[in-house]
């Protein structure tokens, strides 16, 4: 098992060094840089204000340059300044982050709640499976900004119970976002859960459980689901880095400043420094998730190993 | 049970009898300003923020006129306090002085003197502090601080708008000099503005700004040391919502009590909104500097002909577009000078909607009536021209769809392409990849000379960095010398004959097609009194203190 983390650690290790070559390329080849948007912006930038701009941020050297001097200063701890918030950048990720944490750790909670609540449903009671089938079915089809409006003029403009958006703390300014973003997110869990809990519930030693007087709750939570709960695993693990990864659409329609929109304006304003931190946090957190999985799967089903 | 019920009841009804005490007042916008130092960056949203919390020398009123702000009087070569002098490597300068007011103060107390400007000053002629535009400090080349109120700036050149310091604001030199003298270079990353914003010392408005939450809202509450009449509000929170049907939403919801039209709803989402609410908000159209138009690649066929650039404009019903997507609410548009602006030529050429005109005009040029409707020239190329503008923007998205069947009337095929901003701004204007015609927008100053985007030395080309805004390849010698000129004539009058020959050779030339002067939308409760759009760069949140309530 030691072997097993080590040689994975090893191979995200590598993974990040390729992942922020690959997106301090992209991003630099992308069409424009920050000078070109600023100068189509004010008429007053003059050639000479723009090369001394240039030179200035940097933006004048080779990108392979830049790259070796923005991973030379990474090693050494010191992870720059966001160009376009005038924020060094740890100190700009860190509250986008717990922002974010917040909004889908309760979101995705919350999801995997109902969504395995559903999908027992549907396995231990095969009629209902139809009606758990189309809220599911629902719930993938709708998208998050439509539902998220729908929910602000409802609950927010017409009934006036709860804030319209914002990142004020206190759990009423949560309540919309993460309906929102759990709405959308339990699809894939009920679905899943209704498969694997079918097929768990043909074992033979549920057969067995059963035989011994079990009760049909007992059955499905304790001897069905641990069985089930591998392949949900796999959709929790990825949904980690969802959650580092922010959800640009719902923190949009909620004003809620998260690690999505502020990823998107980091690539898009090419803040070099704010888009690599960001994209390298949510990939190491998503590789070490699935590592995570990975060996929960392997102590739920030995045989996986 | 009653009982309870009855309290239930008192208490449900007790939020709904309390009568808000409107001491403070919740701004919703669309755009965070990246930084909040005063001479970094420029962007709608910061001068928006900072209008309330630091006062420039000068600026232009909502009538448009130049105006003191911090400064006892604007300089003139009439009241002495400019004089045209030679400069030491001989060439027409001027000397020009301004005097602080009395009183003035940080808001931590500390006397504004000549040594921020001087501090000021000295950070903008260091190239490596990061200050976007340095036109004025390569051009100031010696300041002088006669004593604490009095500084005088010389100039290398004359220019009508010597009296305007437009960006020259003081800084605060008692905070900010030494960090900036440790490293210009890095002065950026490390200025107060940025790591200590609530730093009382940094502000000299109505208001200091009182809390940070960075991307969402910034809180400013009243500067004890101002020195101007006591402002009403004794809160005033800035939230920034991008999306603009969330931020109509809060509104709806009670969360922000008003929409600053500066960085506020589209006209069309805002006519809506004034529609379905009737009285519950106070809605004002005001017309401003933004000119939307349409560059056309001049120096390229079929665009290099004058009679087909008229002939397109002829093609185009611009009061109908207004009145049908915009329910009359821009102000169609005949050159890139705004009606507001003085030097506005009432009597320049105009294309009223006429489509025999245009098809005469193209018939002219050798265009005539092909196969399908489209026009071919003598070679059998199509009049087919391509029509761009920034994906995503409803609005120009469909203006473009009707611009495309008012040309396609006459016989012109519009071929649309749209481009994200950052790619059509980026790459394809700056680098001039575009084959026909672009829709966008501009936002200029008022009497904004418009050198930069029609002086033949101003087409981008990589050997000057891409930079100027001549897209269109526009190049004639009669514009460029009235561009050389126009900045240098200090007369009025004669001035304005200038603007009228520069509207003239626009409205006959068309390097790009005039559509209309776009109007922001302001959408305030009916309770609040005092504040007046300006339509232009400097904005209302600069007489902050002349807010009310009814």
Redesign the interface.
């Known amino acids: 098992m030691t072997r097993l983390i080590l040689s994975r650690l090893a191979q995200i290790a590598v993974m990040t060094v390729i992942l922020s070559l690959c997106a301090f390329l992209l991003i630099g080849l992308m069409p424009g840089d920050p000078i070109e948007m600023a100068i189509a912006g004010d008429p007053r930038l003059t050639s000479e204000d723009a090369a001394r701009l240039r030179a200035l941020h940097g933006l004048d050297q080779p990108l392979m340059a830049r790259y070796l001097a923005w991973a030379g200063a990474v090693l050494e701890g010191n992870f720059g300044h966001s160009r376009l918030f005038a924020q060094p950048v740890a100190q700009l990720l860190w509250p986008a982050l717990l922002s974010s944490l917040e909004l889908l750790a309760l979101a995705i909670g919350i999801a995997i709640l109902v969504g395995v609540g559903l999908g027992a449903l549907a396995a231990a009671r095969p009629r209902l499976a139809p009606f758990v089938q189309g809220v599911a079915l629902v719930a993938q089809a709708t998208p998050s900004f439509w539902l998220g409006i729908l929910l602000i003029i409802l609950f927010a403009v017409q009934l006036g119970w709860l804030p319209a958006g914002g990142a004020d703390s206190g759990w009423r300014f949560l309540v919309l976002p993460v309906a929102t973003l759990a709405f959308a997110n339990l699809a894939a869990y009920a679905r899943h859960s209704t498969t694997a809990l079918r097929a768990a519930l043909e074992d033979p030693h549920i057969r067995t459980a059963r035989a011994k007087g079990a009760s049909e709750a007992r059955v499905l939570a304790r001897h069905a689901l641990p069985n089930a709960a591998v392949p949900l695993l796999t959709i929790a693990a990825l949904d980690a880095g969802a959650m580092v990864s922010g959800a640009l659409i719902t923190e949009t329609v909620f004003a809620r400043p998260g690690m999505g929109k502020l990823i998107y304006d980091a690539v898009m304003g090419s803040d070099f420094n704010l888009a690599l931190l960001a994209l390298l946090l949510v990939a190491v957190v998503t590789m070490l998730a699935t590592l995570a999985a990975d060996l929960a799967q392997r102590w739920l089903d030995p045989r996986i190993a | 049970m009653a009982v309870r019920f009855l309290i239930c009841l008192l208490l449900l009804a007790l939020p709904a009898q309390a009568q808000p005490a409107r001491d403070s007042l919740t701004i919703g916008i669309t755009q965070y300003p990246?930084?909040?130092?005063p001479n970094?960056?420029?962007?709608v949203a910061k001068s928006y923020v900072l209008g309330f919390a630091r006062r420039p020398v000068t600026a232009y009123d909502p009538d448009w006129r130049l105006i003191c702000l911090l400064c006892e009087t604007i300089p003139t070569l009439e009241n002495g306090l400019a004089q045209r002098e030679t400069t030491p490597d001989g060439r027409p300068g001027l000397r020009v002085t301004w005097v602080l007011r009395e009183g003035l103060r940080w808001g931590d107390g500390t006397p504004i003197t000549t040594a921020d400007l001087r501090f000021t000053y000295d950070a903008g002629r260091d190239?490596?502090t990061?200050i976007?535009?340095?036109?004025f400090y390569?051009s100031a080349y010696e300041f002088i601080a006669e004593d604490e109120r009095r500084f005088t700036l010389r100039f290398d050149r004359v220019t009508f708008e010597f009296g305007s310091l437009g960006d020259f604001a003081p800084l605060p030199a008692h905070l900010e000099r030494a960090r900036w003298e440790q490293e210009p270079?890095t002065y950026?990353?490390r200025?107060l503005y940025?790591t200590e914003p609530t730093n009382p010392g940094l502000w000299n408005g109505p208001f200091r700004v009182a809390q940070v939450?960075?991307?969402?809202?910034i809180t400013l509450e009243r500067n004890p040391h101002w020195s101007g009449p006591e402002p009403h509000f004794r809160r005033i929170t800035i939230?920034?919502?991008?999306?603009t049907?969330?931020?109509e939403?809060?509104l709806?919801?009670?969360?922000v009590d008003m929409i600053a039209g500066e960085l506020g709803l589209p006209v069309e989402q805002a006519t809506a909104l004034a529609r379905r609410t009737g009285t519950r908000f106070r809605t004002e159209f005001r017309p401003g500097l933004i000119y939307e138009h349409m560059d056309l690649r001049m120096d390229q066929p079929p665009l290099d002909d004058r009679r087909v650039r008229q002939a397109l404009l002829h093609a185009l019903d611009r009061e109908q577009i207004v009145a049908r997507l915009f329910e009359g609410r821009q102000t169609v548009a005949h050159t890139s000078v705004n009606p507001l602006d003085w030097p506005h030529d009432e009597n320049v050429r105009r294309y009223p909607h006429d489509p025999a005109r245009a098809a005469a005009l193209l018939e002219e040029a050798g265009w005539t009536m092909g196969p399908g409707g489209i026009r071919r020239n003598a070679a059998g190329e199509r009049l087919s021209i391509e029509l761009m503008t920034t994906a995503g923007n409803r609005s120009r998205e469909a203006t473009q769809q009707v611009i495309q069947a008012q040309w396609r009337a006459v016989g012109v095929e519009a071929r649309i392409r749209n481009e994200p901003p950052?790619?059509l701004?980026?790459?394809?204007?700056?680098r001039r990849r575009f084959t026909g015609a672009v829709l966008f927008a501009?936002v200029?100053a008022p009497e904004?000379v418009p050198r930069?985007?029609l002086h033949s030395t101003e087409i981008p080309t990589a050997e000057?960095?891409?930079?100027?805004?001549n897209y269109p390849g526009f190049r004639n010698a009669e514009m460029d010398a009235l561009l050389e000129a126009l900045p240098i004539e200090l007369d009025r009058e004669r001035r304005r004959a200038l603007w009228h020959r520069l509207q003239a050779i626009y409205a006959e030339e068309l390097p790009a097609l005039p559509l209309w002067f776009r109007q922001d939308a302001h959408v305030w409760p009916p309770w609040l009194t005092g504040v007046r759009p300006t339509g232009h760069l400097n904005p209302s949140t600069l007489w902050a203190e002349q807010w009310g309530v009814r």
């Open positions: 990246s930084t909040l130092h970094i960056e420029n962007m190239g490596t990061g976007g535009p340095a036109e390569r270079r950026r990353t200025t940025d939450q960075a991307g969402a809202a939230r920034t919502v991008e999306n049907p969330a931020l939403a809060q709806l919801a009670g969360q950052r790619v701004f980026g790459e394809t204007l700056s501009w200029s904004g930069t985007s000057r960095n891409w930079s100027g805004q």
